[in-house]
């Protein structure tokens, strides 16, 4: 894993991109992004952000707003004042108390028996 003090890259508030976003190390958005965020590392989501993507990262932070669907995800911390508003799949969630989480959470684990889960299928 890439060294996680190195910032790959920042969208700064009142900054708004639509598309696809790949990066390595760590991303910061505090400003608006739409469409696509994809990465092995870290992405921090800053209180003043709105995010509305289809996010695939290593380590998920929010502090603002997401929107989407994020999934294969190792860890994801919603801190106070976040708000994720959509379907997620995580190894690891931390809701912080304060933070929002409305959507379908489906738990990543290494047995066998689990990959039918994630591909929604056989349900108890």
């Known amino acids: 894993m890439a060294d996680q003090s190195v910032l790959s890259g920042l969208i700064l508030k009142g900054t708004r991109i639509e598309g696809k976003l790949f990066f390595e190390d760590k991303m910061r958005v505090d400003g608006e992004f739409t469409g696509e965020i994809t990465s092995k ?28 669907k994020v999934s294969s995800c190792e860890s994801l911390q919603i801190q106070e004042g976040g708000r994720v508003i959509a379907d997620i799949q995580v190894r690891k969630l931390d809701v912080r108390p304060g933070a929002i989480f409305d959507g379908k959470c489906t738990m990543i684990t290494d047995k066998l028996g689990d990959k039918n889960a994630l591909k929604g299928g056989n349900k108890p």
Do not use: S
Not at 43 to 56: C, D, P, R, Y
């Open 41 to 68: 590392n870290q992405l921090i989501i800053g209180k003043t952000a709105v995010v509305n993507a289809e996010i695939k990262v290593g380590e998920l932070i929010v502090m603002g707003e997401v929107r989407g």
